[in-house]
């Protein structure tokens, strides 16, 4: 299994995508995580993203997953085409119930499992691979997935990490302050987690896990 989870954007060692990508170049970058927001400012996000990645030399494409709600067979064959998933930031419950309807959840799931792809996400594109996302409530509206999709949140993770995924940690960022608060309530429930800064990416590389 190979992740490149970022607090923010491509961190400060984007070469280490890179690497995990071994010399891949196809990318599809998934928005939904936005998918609450206004169009035009969704838009304006996820082109801001494709062209991150196409500086780096990367043949990006974006795969909207809501063209994919109730045809998860049409979306594992799209994504198969890829060598690199860029799952970028917004609100994890809404990412969350976007991967459930579209089947990408388990489609993700598989193609890591088979090592066919890396997962490259930052903030909330991270947040959805651990087991749960309670504590994230602190930070992001749960009722933002009734906006987008007229569904409720849903809490579980994909499972993929074994601990929760904290962004933004003493960040200057203006979700750093609720951020605290998720870690404080992490502490006193003692809920596992690793909080990462700004900068920092946790990269996976088969067994291999470690904070660059």
Not at 132 to 149: I, K, N, R
């Amino acid at each position: 299994m190979r992740l490149f989870l970022s607090s923010w954007k491509l961190g400060d060692n984007p070469e280490r995508l890179d690497h995990l990508a071994r010399g891949g170049r196809k990318a599809a970058v998934i928005g939904n995580a936005l998918d609450a927001l206004p169009a035009t400012l969704r838009q304006q996000a996820t082109g801001r993203e494709i062209a991150a990645l196409r500086e780096r030399g990367y043949d990006v494409t974006e795969v909207d997953l809501r063209d994919y709600f109730g045809d998860p067979d049409g979306l594992a064959r799209r994504l198969a085409a890829f060598d690199v998933l860029w799952v970028h930031g917004g609100n994890p419950f809404v990412l969350r119930r976007a991967m459930a309807l579209s089947g990408a959840d388990e489609t993700v799931t598989d193609l890591l499992r088979r090592d066919a792809i890396v997962y490259a996400g930052w903030s909330a594109g991270a947040c959805v691979l651990a087991p749960s996302l309670h504590g994230l409530e602190l930070v992001d509206d749960p009722e933002d997935t009734d906006a987008a999709y007229g569904e409720p949140a849903p809490w579980d993770g994909l499972g993929l990490l074994d601990r929760a995924f904290v962004p933004h940690y003493r960040s200057p960022v203006a979700e750093s302050e609720a951020i605290e608060l998720v870690v404080e309530r992490y502490e006193r429930e003692g809920v596992t987690y690793r909080a990462l800064r700004d900068g920092e990416v946790l990269v996976v590389d088969e067994e291999a896990a470690a904070v660059a």
